[in-house]
């Protein structure tokens, strides 16, 4: 069953699963995968590239597999990809990859607070909270289990080790051992 209000925007050649709602005037465009069992909220915007998995949760005007925020991308298919059971709240910012990686993604069972920024060639494990506001730089690893306070600001190429907490408004400009 799919549930799709008729003020949605949804490419016919999207690959939608199975039991979705799909809100007011969401956009899906047309190279788009989405799980089973996913809810997509009103104004959300899920580009050509994005890859939802099962059971995942897109709130209000969130933006998927947006074009990246950097210079060297000329236009080259690449993806963000969406773990199982990841929560992504109102008018988070997700950017696909460029050319270098091909994609940027967010593991299973995240929570992604609202406006929260997931950027090109990033990668964020498994069962991590980025709380609001997040602001994360290109080619940033976030490793399985951290958690990310609100405001807080992370350096391009960082990386935070698993199990690490990073307090809110923080600025990280090097990079995190686990367990910090």
């Given amino acids: 069953m799919k549930n799709i209000h008729p003020t949605a925007i949804v490419n016919p050649d999207a690959k939608l699963g199975e039991n979705i709602s799909v809100g007011p005037y969401a956009i899906i465009e047309a190279d788009v995968e ?22 995942v949760k897109i709130s209000q005007g969130a933006s998927v597999a947006n074009l990246p925020q950097d210079l060297k991308f000329s236009g ?27 994609k940027s993604q967010v593991g299973k069972n995240c929570l ?7 950027p090109h ?12 506001a997040v602001q994360i730089g290109g080619h940033s690893h976030i490793e399985d289990w951290v958690i990310i306070g609100g405001l807080a600001g992370l ?9 690490s907490m990073i307090a809110g408004a923080a600025k990280i400009t090097q990079d995190v051992p686990p367990y910090i």
């Fill in 34 to 55: 989405i799980g089973n069992d996913c809810i997509i909220g009103p104004h959300a915007v899920l580009y050509s590239g994005s890859r939802i998995g099962n059971r």
């Fill in 76 to 102: 080259e298919p690449t993806l963000f990809i969406i773990g199982d059971d990841t929560v992504v709240r109102e008018f988070a910012t997700l950017h696909r990859g460029t050319k270098e990686t091909g």
């Fill in 112 to 118: 992604l607070m609202a406006y929260s920024h997931i």
């Fill in 121 to 132: 060639d990033c990668v964020v494990g498994d069962n991590c909270i980025i709380a609001n």
């Fill in 155 to 163: 350096h391009q190429f960082s990386r935070v080790g698993e199990h």
